[in-house]
Structure formats: structure tokens, C-alpha cells
């Protein structure tokens, strides 16, 4: 699926020489600013607010800038931004999509990485904001930015946000017509007990985590990496790659390992460290001690542990 297959498209996006109106999303009514849809990091559906993620469509209103100018924001550099916005350039899809829209955040709640897929039928211009209160942007992902056609991830990095819900507002004019959409994120920062750090620190390797990483990268077959080829080069060369692109290398860790790597795992064994080890059994499960049932070289650990399971009941939010 394609949410799936594609969810390690970190590229800076490319801005086309197109024109876009100088339009702002429409805040929904401020009643309306709380629950959210739950999904996991896959982006399936878990339950919660069905009303969120809904996008309505209109005529485009007369432009109000020439169509010979063009106004964007670039996205923030991951070097000297504190949230991540990465929008990959548009992914061929057959057939070519005939709906415009942007998906359901994934994972909701977010821990430390929200994740969108855009999809829009033809080139337009996207403005994307998220909002603390319906009058306060608090990021802005894109404002009148020339996209093409396709599908396009946004990756936002939320570890540095204060824990609350946040409202993410999409406009999107796509030919004739205007798309809008907004839907409510839920950001948590889970807090490992003293219980919990001494209890990984006896049964996570974080070593025998790292080796797997690796392993994963240099794999033959592996159908959810972005990058053409396994990783190729010693150690020292993979330790030294950024886990997300940075404009400096062609690919990163998180183009060669694919779509289960969702989070990067600190070398400081802070507190992010301890609760991320806990959040994702596909990619950690290759550190806890009681792995069991894991498919030999394969690109995903696709075990149990019940020692990762156990983990979970020592965090709080």
C-alpha cells in the first residue's frame, strides 16, 4: 500500500515556476478544536473523532496576485530548524490520482513524529499550518507552495512541541477548484519511570539494535526502502549518515531502511531514548532480549517479546 511503500520519501521538495492565489486556510469554529482520529504508525484506522480529515471542495475565488508571480516558503533546513518539515517531491502513481487530499495524520498521538501523505490529482499550490488555538500558528509547513502532481509525504518532527492537541488546516488549489481540510493532532512526550531505564538497561541492547540497522540497510531485497540500491560501505560510514536528509547526502539512514524505521534512536540515553526503544516493536524489537518468532533477514522485525510488552506499563504521559 502506499502509505506504506513510500513512507521513507524524505526529499526537500522541488517548487515548480507556477503561480498561486495568496490564500490562507479558513479556521474551523474554535467548538470544534478537540479529539482526534487515532492511527498508528502505518496509518491505519484505530478509532476516536471520524469527523476530522474530511475535505470539501470549491471554485477557486477570482486570484488576487498575477499569475506570473510566485510566492512560497521553503521548507525548513534540517540543520537549524527545532520541527522538522520534510515534503517529499510528488511519488508516480498508476493511475495518476483523480482526488485531491491529505490524509489522516499517522502515527495520532504523535510521539515524536507525525506523519501526512498529500495527494493531489494535478500541480497546485498547498498552504499547510498547524494552530494552537484557531488564531495562533504555531508552524507552517507550506504557504502557497508550488507542488506537482502525485503523492508527497510531510514528516514533522514534534519532539521539541509542548504535549497538547493542535489543529493542522490544508488549502489546496488544484486547477479550477479549491480543497480544504483540517483534522487534530494529539502530541504526547511519554516520560520513562526509573523503573522503566533499569529495566531496559537489563534486557535492550542497544548494540544488538544498532547491528540489525545495519544489517537491514545492506539487504538485498528489502520493498519499502527508497533508496535503488542496499547501503553500501563500512560501519563507520553508516554511523556517520544522518538518520534523515539533511541536503548534503543523496540518501539517508531512513531511505535505505525503509518504512518500519520510524524513529531515530538517540545515542544519549536520555529520555527519549528510553520511552522510543518502547514505541515500535517493528524496528526495536531487534534489541529486546526475548525476541522470538523474527523472521531471519528480514526488514522488519516481525516477532513478539513480552519484555517490550511488560515495558510499556512503566510510562507515563
Same mark, same amino acid.
Given at each position: ?68 508571480? +510566485?510566492?512560497? /516558503? &521553503? ?6 530548524? @527545532?520541527?522538522?518539515? !520534510?515534503?517529499?517531491? =510528488? ?124 544489517? +537491514?540497510?545492506? /539487504? &538485498? ?6 533508496? @535503488?540500491?542496499?547501503? !553500501?560501505?563500512?560501519? =563507520? ?81
Amino acid at each position: 500500500m502506499i502509505r506504506i511503500t513510500l513512507s521513507a520519501l524524505l526529499f526537500i521538495v522541488m517548487v515548480f515556476a507556477i503561480g498561486c492565489p495568496n490564500d490562507n486556510p479558513t479556521s474551523p469554529p474554535e467548538s470544534q478544536f478537540s479529539g482526534i482520529l487515532r492511527t498508528d504508525i502505518s496509518g491505519a484506522i484505530l478509532g476516536g473523532d471520524t469527523t476530522d480529515w474530511k475535505v470539501v471542495r470549491t471554485a477557486i475565488p477570482t486570484p488576487k496576485q498575477k499569475t506570473d508571480e +510566485v510566492t512560497s /516558503l &521553503a521548507v525548513p533546513s534540517l540543520h537549524n530548524s @527545532p520541527e522538522l518539515s !520534510v515534503i517529499s517531491p =510528488a511519488i508516480a502513481v498508476v493511475p495518476v490520482p483523480t482526488n485531491t487530499y491529505l490524509s489522516a495524520a499517522y502515527c495520532n498521538p504523535g510521539y515524536y513524529i507525525v506523519n501526512f501523505q498529500l495527494t493531489l490529482s494535478a500541480a497546485g499550490c498547498l498552504t499547510l499550518v498547524t494552530k494552537s488555538n484557531p488564531a495562533t500558528i504555531v508552524h507552517s509547513f507550506a504557504t502557497n507552495q508550488a507542488l506537482s502532481a502525485g503523492v508527497h509525504l510531510i514528516r514533522w518532527d514534534v519532539s521539541n512541541i509542548t504535549p497538547g492537541i493542535y489543529r493542522v488546516e490544508m488549502t489546496a488549489d488544484v486547477g479550477s477548484y479549491r480543497y480544504t481540510e483540517y483534522g487534530d493532532v494529539e502530541i504526547k512526550h511519554p516520560v520513562a519511570s526509573p523503573t522503566a531505564r533499569t529495566f531496559a538497561d537489563a534486557h535492550f541492547s542497544e548494540s544488538n539494535y544498532r547491528n540489525a540497522e545495519y544489517l +537491514v540497510a545492506t /539487504l &538485498a531485497y528489502n520493498p519499502t526502502r527508497i533508496a @535503488p540500491t542496499p547501503f !553500501v560501505g563500512t560501519r =563507520a560510514d553508516w554511523n556517520a549518515l544522518p538518520f534523515l536528509p539533511n541536503g548534503i547526502v543523496t540518501y539517508s539512514k531512513y531511505d535505505y531502511l525503509g518504512w518500519a524505521f520510524f524513529y531515530d534512536l538517540p545515542t544519549t540515553h536520555n529520555d527519549q531514548y528510553y520511552t522510543t526503544i518502547g514505541l515500535n516493536l517493528a524496528q526495536f524489537g531487534f534489541g529486546w532480549d526475548d525476541g522470538t518468532g523474527n523472521t531471519p533477514n528480514y526488514y522488519n522485525f516481525d516477532g513478539t517479546s513480552a519484555n517490550e510488552t511488560s515495558y510499556h506499563s512503566y510510562f507515563s504521559y
